[in-house]
């Protein structure tokens, strides 16, 4: 009988990915979200890929008394917690909604499985809980800073689990600090569906493209990089999906928790993102350079080598893999799910 992952968040970006994956490779699992940045739609496409049912439970991880009964009809043996809200911005304006949400869900949850005697728990974090990097390619044991609230609900969290495993031996913690996912599912049945205008690149650059926004706005052409622009690590989600189940696998199989980063370890500056794209897209894609945004850093990108020797895990995908897979997926799905 395959163990069964509770799987918060699933719904979302990252979170159904990861589901197909789950379920590609047999694992069961039990879906969890309370739809509040995502659709009931992507539960019928993951059915669709995987040609299974998924158990979908409308829970808000902060509901205490809804998740105990799930636990209590399920038979859990790890999970992995998506559910959070992820916008920097928003943050600012909303820290208690981040707080909430984030902290507060994670201490229910973690309460929760503690009584049901699960005991292993894989944490979304963030390359966003390294604050302003002094070196690059960075590593797990650089100094960590938070400059937003988003930014430090993910590094309570973090101290939070280190604690809880510090307290309990027998907690097993995967804490996973990824950097910046992109791309879909290579069927175009699944993707990233932001609400609103998007903050973030790839999206932005993808709805420009299916000639929903007019033009990108590059955030600063002075920056102490390549062509000027700001370098980030772009990393396939089905890449990123994966290194959830080499982690998951790792908890089976040996005590103890651990830190990881989840990157490429290769750094891309916005204009070659564009360039990436518009080969992708086979059209160009209209530009223009912005001020820098607030807060953005020059460079961010990862030492992928602790990954690669504690899981055996490495990406694979290219950035054009990437792009033509984010496309597909804009492409089919213009309006979102
Ligand atoms: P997402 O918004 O697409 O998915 C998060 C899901 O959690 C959504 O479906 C939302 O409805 C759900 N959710 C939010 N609050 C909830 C609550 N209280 N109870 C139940 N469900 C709740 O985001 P994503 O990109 O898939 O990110 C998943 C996780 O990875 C988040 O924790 C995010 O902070 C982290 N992360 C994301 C990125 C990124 O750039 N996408 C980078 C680093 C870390
Ligand atoms: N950019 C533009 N124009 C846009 C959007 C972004 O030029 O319209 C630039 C940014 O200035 C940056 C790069 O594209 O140089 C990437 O920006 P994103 O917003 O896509 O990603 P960030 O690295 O700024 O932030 C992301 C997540 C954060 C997380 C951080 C670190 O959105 O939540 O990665 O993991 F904290």
Not at 54 to 64: A, G, N, Y
Not at 307 to 312: D, K, M, T, V
Request: proline letters at 4%.
């Amino acid at each position: 009988m395959a163990e069964t992952i509770l799987v918060t968040g699933a719904t979302g970006y990252i979170g159904s990915h990861t589901c197909v994956c789950l379920l590609k490779a047999g694992w069961r699992v039990v879906a969890v979200d309370n739809l509040s940045n995502s659709s009931m739609r992507t539960v019928d496409r993951i059915q669709t890929l995987c040609r299974q049912k998924l158990p979908f439970h409308l829970i808000d991880v902060r509901d205490e008394s809804a998740l105990m009964r799930l636990l209590s009809q399920e038979n859990i043996s790890a999970a992995i917690h998506f559910a959070g809200l992820k916008s920097v911005s928003e943050s600012i304006s909303k820290p208690l909604d981040y707080y909430d949400n984030n902290v507060n869900g994670s201490i229910t949850l973690l309460k929760v499985l503690h009584q049901h005697g699960v005991r292993k728990f894989v944490f979304s974090s963030s390359a966003t809980v390294y604050g302003e990097p002094k070196h690059v390619p960075i590593s797990e044991n650089a100094s960590l800073s938070a400059t937003n609230p988003y930014g430090r609900s993910k590094l309570f969290i973090e101290q939070i689990v280190n604690d809880l495993s510090e307290a309990d031996a027998e907690w097993r913690i995967a804490t996973l600090r990824y950097f910046n996912p992109a791309g879909a599912h290579e069927s175009g049945l699944l993707g990233e569906d932001p609400r609103g205008q998007p903050n973030n690149l790839m999206p932005y650059i993808a709805q420009v493209a299916v000639g929903k926004l007019p033009h990108l706005s590059v955030f600063g052409n002075d920056y102490p990089t390549s062509d000027g622009t700001g370098v980030r690590d772009y990393i396939h989600v089905m890449d990123l999906a994966q290194g959830h189940l080499s982690a998951l696998s790792r908890l089976y199989s040996r005590s103890g928790s651990f830190t990881v980063n989840l990157g490429t370890g290769q750094g891309v500056t916005v204009l070659q993102a564009v360039a990436a794209f518009e080969k992708a897209c086979g059209a160009s894609i209209p530009i223009t350079v912005a001020p820098r945004r607030a807060g953005d850093i020059a460079s961010c990108y990862a030492s992928a080598n602790k990954a690669e020797e504690l899981l055996n895990w490495k990406a694979e995908k290219t950035l054009l893999q990437m792009v033509n897979d984010h496309w597909r997926w804009q492409k089919q799905n213009p309006n979102g799910y």
